[in-house]
């Protein structure tokens, strides 16, 4: 078997073993105030202000859900924490360690290769034990994030995708050994501000880094395409985009909405002899099926690899030093 696709038919949802579950976690849905997901007087931290940093603390802006007072993040680069804090109206620092022992739940936004610093990083800044970390690292297992902290702080693996900054991310969430089911309710109520966020085990997190994770860039390339071929017919490019986009919205909306199988969908489209099914086929001679699939298993393949073992994160830290 692939080590990639360890659990290929394992259930989504697994309990933990310590406190069996007798319905899906994904059906648990807790009130929540907003004082649940941060304690009051403390403060929400985001780690890494890059492209993921930025667009949860945007999409978190927008929804409203954590007050800008208590959000603050840091980053090593001080051109992207000048930028980042002229943009988000909240503090970004490089020296943001005087901050962690105020927060309550820190999201951390690195490269895997740079989370042994920065996990140190925040265990020695006076990191308090009942600091909730939320890691969307792709490819590190929350075993490694522990380990790598080195205490016994709650942690919750989260994979969300860009979409989060217009409020439609998706995002899947798994807790470590440390973590209680509430404070898997609070990771969870985060992404939801920004999006669909469903509690799945981490057996299957290398597939979803694959699919939603990495699914924004093969849905703008087959927008992109598609836009292509609308100007190579003839029609003016921006229109050709916003026909293209708004009908890939329209589509999802309806496979969501709907809860009918796309196959079934796209036979209402179906025209005998008509120009649907002339296109359809043109995309079945090209293997569109299979080349899609192929991706998605070279992106796990890959994924399973970014964080094999703490060994392996050091071994990309020290590469990422060298420079290479
Ligand atoms: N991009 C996506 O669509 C996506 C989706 C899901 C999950 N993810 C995950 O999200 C994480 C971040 O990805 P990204 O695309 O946002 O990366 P990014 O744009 O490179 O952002 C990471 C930021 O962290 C900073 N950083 C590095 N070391 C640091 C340290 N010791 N202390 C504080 N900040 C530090 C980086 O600064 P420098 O640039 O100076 O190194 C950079 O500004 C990755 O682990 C990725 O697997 C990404």
């Given at each position: 078997m692939d080590s990639a696709f360890?659990?290929?038919?394992?259930?989504?949802?697994?309990?933990h073993p310590e406190e069996p579950v007798t319905?899906?976690?994904?059906a648990i849905l807790l009130p929540m105030s907003d004082e649940m997901v941060i304690a009051d007087g403390l403060s929400l931290g985001v780690v890494g202000a890059g492209v993921m940093g930025q667009t949860l603390i945007r999409g978190l802006l927008k929804s409203d859900?954590?007050?800008?007072?208590?959000i603050w993040a840091g980053d090593k680069n001080s051109s992207t924490c000048d930028t980042a804090a002229a943009e988000l109206g909240l503090p970004v620092e490089?020296?943001?360690?005087?901050?962690v022992p105020t927060a309550d739940l820190i999201l951390v936004c690195v490269k895997p290769a740079d989370a042994p610093v920065v996990l140190a990083t925040l265990r020695n800044s006076?990191?308090?034990?009942e600091t909730l970390l939320i890691s969307i690292l792709a490819g590190v297992s929350t075993d490694m994030i522990e380990a790598l902290l080195g205490t016994e702080n709650p942690v919750v693996r989260a994979m969300p995708n860009t979409p989060a900054i217009v409020g439609e991310g998706m995002t899947v969430v798994c807790r470590g050994r440390y973590a209680s089911k509430h404070d898997l309710e609070r990771a969870r109520h985060i992404f939801e501000g920004v999006g669909k966020c469903l509690p799945i085990d981490e057996v299957h997190f290398n597939a979803i880094t694959a699919l939603s994770g990495s699914g924004p860039a093969y849905q703008f390339l087959i927008m992109e395409a598609l836009a292509d071929a609308g100007v190579r017919v003839g029609l003016p490019r921006q229109l050709a985009l916003t026909l293209v986009a708004q009908t890939a919205l329209g589509a999802a909306r309806m496979v969501l909405t709907t809860g009918r199988h796309p196959a079934s969908l796209r036979d209402d489209v179906?025209?005998?002899?008509?120009c649907t099914i002339a296109g359809l086929l043109m995309l079945e001679d090209g293997r569109v099926r299979s080349v899609l699939a192929r991706a998605v298993e070279e992106a796990t393949k890959t994924a399973a690899h970014l964080g094999a073992s703490p060994a392996k994160i050091s071994e990309m830290a020290a590469g990422k030093r060298s420079g290479h």
């Open positions: 360890p659990h290929r038919s394992r259930s989504l949802h697994d309990p319905r899906p976690e994904s859900l954590i007050p800008h007072s208590r490089t020296d943001y360690q005087h901050r006076g990191l308090r034990r179906t025209t005998p002899a008509g």
